[in-house]
């Protein structure tokens, strides 16, 4: 007990600054970044349409089930399905928060190439998603997309009033209530975690006798696919796995398939595109993620994550 509370304590005290940081600045980039700017962006094909829709889906702040919604939105006004799926890839797989906690926990070279991968992986499937025929779709309703519940109630949100100290509050109440309401239970699970994997003997014993070579790639792609873990809760998760001797390779496709590959988010495809389009979803993100993960391994041979 008195090494996992340790363990705990270390992670708590390294990633808390970065957590909070990330809050305050998603809460005054989904303030702030006006609607309008997504929308046109991910109206057309081409690459520098799926450039923004990735660029966006990167930073807005949302996770993969608050991107669900925007997503099907889009989707209703006649955005072509390749910018929707780029965006459901690129929208969870990151976030201002987890870009801050990975660079804290998993290092600078590290961050820059897990970006790189979403980049990358946005592009694919959205060249692969603009060649699929889809049904035309009815235009869909004036209510906000960044909102799920918008439709039920748009009065109990903050960020729907107008006034400099109406949007002060609403980063405020953004930043540190809804946002955390939406993912909080996800971070502490993902911290606990990483601290039992930390403390744990017998899990470093089967990692680093089982799990040290492409196997503990196949394991991590398994492992993010089956357990659904937010981007920013998946971190703390990941470094445990890697200091416990899994390679620094795989614990970037935990962070690639995991956030990506939500129960949410692959009903939600097969619901509103079909069994092909989610076939071919899911095996680009597990092909990717591979790749990305192996590529790093190869390059940065020897690449030492920090120690917490």
């Given at each position: ?14 990633i ?7 809050l305050l ?11 309008s ?9 081409g ?6 829709v ?99 109630d ?16 609403s ?36 990692i ?14 398994i ?25 620094v390779g ?15 988010t692959?009903?939600v ?5 079909g ?8 095996t ?25």
């Open positions: 007990m008195d090494i996992f509370l340790m363990h705990l304590g270390h992670y708590v005290k390294d808390l600054p970065s957590i909070l940081l990330g600045i998603s809460g005054i980039v989904h303030e702030l970044l006006p609607q700017i997504i929308e046109k962006h991910l109206g057309n094909k690459f520098l349409p799926l450039l923004y990735i660029v966006i889906g990167m930073i807005l702040p949302v996770c993969c089930f608050g991107s669900l919604p925007i997503a099907i939105t889009f989707r209703k006004k006649g955005v072509s399905l390749g910018p929707v799926l780029a965006f459901l890839i690129a929208t969870p797989a990151t976030s201002i928060t987890a870009i801050l906690v990975t660079w804290k926990l998993m290092g600078l070279g590290f961050t820059i190439a897990l970006c790189v991968s979403v980049v990358v992986m946005g592009f694919v499937i959205g060249i692969i998603g603009n060649f699929f025929e889809t049904p035309e779709v009815k235009e869909g309703g004036d209510s906000c997309p960044m909102c799920a519940e918008c439709s039920v748009s009065n109990s949100h903050q960020h729907h009033k107008k006034g400099f100290f109406s949007k002060i509050v980063v405020f109440t953004y930043a540190f209530i809804d946002l955390p309401r939406e993912i909080g239970l996800e971070l502490v699970i993902g911290i606990l975690l990483a601290a039992v994997i930390a403390s744990l003997a017998p899990v470093n014993y089967f680093n006798n089982y799990l040290s070579g492409f196997a503990g790639y196949i394991f991590a792609l492992f993010g696919i089956v357990m659904y873990i937010c981007s920013t809760a998946s971190v703390p998760l990941a470094h445990a796995f890697v200091q416990a001797g899994l390679s795989a614990g970037m496709v935990l962070l690639l398939a995991g956030p990506i590959t939500s129960y949410g692959i009903l495809v097969k619901k509103e595109f069994l092909k389009i989610l076939i071919t979803y899911l680009v993100i597990s092909i990717m993620s591979l790749l990305a993960g192996i590529t790093f391994s190869l390059l940065f041979n020897g690449y030492i994550v920090p120690a917490v």
